[in-house]
């Protein structure tokens, strides 16, 4: 999309300029400001109170050493972030990010695409994200549970229960939470719900382990069902084998659709049958194994080395939940040509801008990662509410409000994008909704 405004035209300058190789960040900010023209349009005062200029600039970055030592006794040194982007409407709420490929860029990507979700969720949460270079595959127990305490021993002195509130993302999960949080009560003394994604003998909330991959599945079916379709008898194609992935599967199954693939960052397994889940649970919750190992107990399943070849298998609905920019443009024309008419983000940014003009060229039904995908720091929130009250809520009743969540989620994307003149495009209808909960907040506390 061309911006004509002048001011956000030199907004978006101004971004690259100050945001030299961070093409993951300049990407992100680009697709909001380029859906918000029409509120700035009718907006002046928001402009005039200077909450764009403020919004693309995170309130706080922190950058520090983590040191550990590994099991040869060698000191092995990473490096972690914490991007506190903005606390408009709650305390800095995500994820932490442990993978390789982690550098400042990514964090602040994934932190401005937070404050948006977090607002679409109707909880009061701002957005931040954090993470390393560490990469928890290969390393034993002890060698995570020594980067996570070192990693905490700075990062406490930045987080706390109304302050800032991580959870998990890529490579983070149940295991690291808990060596982070056993860390923080350690060094603070106190027993509170700073990090969410606990387990559920400390404080966790049951239904939080599914959440994103459930919530994604419940916002897409609302997206179906307002366009008279549903997820029974259709074939699906879901990417990833990881948290998000995993529980898409479930519920995806649940609903009626037939799962035939999954990934990982080696390859990916195609079966005509249906995935066992049961199989991915045991291959990758339990043993941390690779995704081919399941043909070795599927024989009508194919495994196929490298990750993009996932997109030609034919499908009705794609839901990619692995990383960032993992459906380009090539791949999405190959998605539409080969009959697939829904896209739906489990991931965080999964894909290229050239992908996403070829959906909405092309008429698929695309549900965007900060509405899709928002059910699972939704439940990070309720989890939090239950360990302010100190009661912890049933499965049913936190599944319950998930649902009640990603609905409305839902209508708040489709009413906003009918209110700008953008029927059926959920992305705009995110953004705009997302944005104006944040930057009524900021006009309201002035320049801060
Ligand atoms: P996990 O670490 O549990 O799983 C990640 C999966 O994606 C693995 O199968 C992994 O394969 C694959 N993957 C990771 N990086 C790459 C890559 N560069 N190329 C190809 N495949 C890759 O993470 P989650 O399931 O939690 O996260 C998946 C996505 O969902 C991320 O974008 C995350 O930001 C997003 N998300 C997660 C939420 C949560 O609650 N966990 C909430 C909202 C969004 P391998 O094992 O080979 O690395
Ligand atoms: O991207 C995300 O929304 C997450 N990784 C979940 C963050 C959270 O705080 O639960």
Redesign the pocket.
């Known amino acids: 999309m061309a911006l004509k405004n002048s001011y956000l035209i030199n907004l978006i300058e101004n971004v690259k300029k100050r945001n030299q190789g961070e093409p993951e960040f300049i990407q992100a900010v680009t697709e909001v400001i380029e859906t918000l023209e029409p509120v700035i349009e009718k907006r002046p005062d928001l402009i005039e109170a200077g909450v764009l200029d403020r919004l693309v600039e995170p309130e706080r970055q922190i950058i520090f050493r983590v040191p550990w030592v590994d099991d040869n006794g060698k000191v092995q040194v990473n490096r972690g972030f914490r991007v506190q982007f903005n606390s408009a409407i709650g305390p800095y709420k995500g994820?932490i990010?442990?993978?390789p490929?982690v550098y400042i860029g990514i964090i602040k990507f994934?932190g401005f695409e937070q404050v948006f979700?977090n607002s679409l969720t109707t909880l009061p949460m701002g957005g931040g994200k954090g993470g390393s270079d560490f990469d928890p595959?290969g390393k034993s127990d002890g060698e995570v549970m020594r980067f996570c305490q070192s990693f905490m021993t700075e990062l406490s002195k930045h987080i706390g229960a109304d302050t800032d509130v991580p959870?998990?993302?890529?490579?983070?999960?149940a295991r690291e939470v808990g060596f982070m949080f056993g860390q923080y009560k350690r060094l603070r003394n106190e027993f509170t719900g700073v990090l969410t994604?606990k387990g559920l003998t400390y404080g966790g909330s049951l239904a939080?382990t599914e959440?994103?991959?459930y919530g994604l599945c419940y916002f897409t079916k609302e997206m179906l069902a307002a366009n008279g379709k549903s997820f029974d008898g259709k074939t699906v194609v879901i990417?990833?084998?990881?948290?998000?992935?995993?529980y898409a599967t479930e519920k995806a199954t649940e609903m009626g659709a037939k799962v035939v693939a999954?990934?990982?960052?080696?390859g990916y397994v195609y079966d005509p049958d249906g995935i066992d889940l049961a199989c991915v649970k045991q291959l990758?919750e339990v043993e941390r194994k690779?995704?081919k190992e399941y043909v070795a107990t599927h024989p009508n399943a194919t495994y196929t080395e490298g990750?993009k070849g996932i997109w030609t298998i034919k499908c009705d609905i794609a839901l990619p939940?692995?990383?960032?920019n993992?459906i380009d443009g090539e791949s999405a024309q190959i998605l539409v040509n080969n009959g697939c008419w829904c896209v739906s983000e489990?991931?965080?940014?999964?894909s290229t801008p050239e992908a996403i003009n070829t959906y909405l060229a092309n008429g698929v039904l695309y549900g965007p990662?900060k509405a899709a995908?928002?059910?699972?720091?939704a439940?990070?929130g309720l989890e939090m509410s239950q360990n302010s009250e100190r009661l912890s809520w049933t499965f049913e009743e936190v599944d319950e409000k998930l649902k009640g969540i990603m609905t409305s989620i839902f209508q708040a994307c489709d009413s906003a994008a009918k209110e700008y003149g953008m029927e059926g495009n959920y992305m705009a209808g995110a953004n705009i909704a997302g944005f104006l909960k944040v930057a009524e907040a900021m006009k309201a506390q002035g320049c801060v």
């Open positions: 994820g990010r442990l993978h490929s994934l979700k595959k959870a998990g993302d890529i490579g983070t999960g994604g939080r959440a994103t991959g990417s990833g084998s990881g948290n998000v992935a995993i999954l990934s990982d960052s080696n990758k690779r995704i990750c939940c692995a990383t960032q993992e489990g991931a965080n940014m999964p990662a995908n928002a059910g699972g720091v439940t990070s």
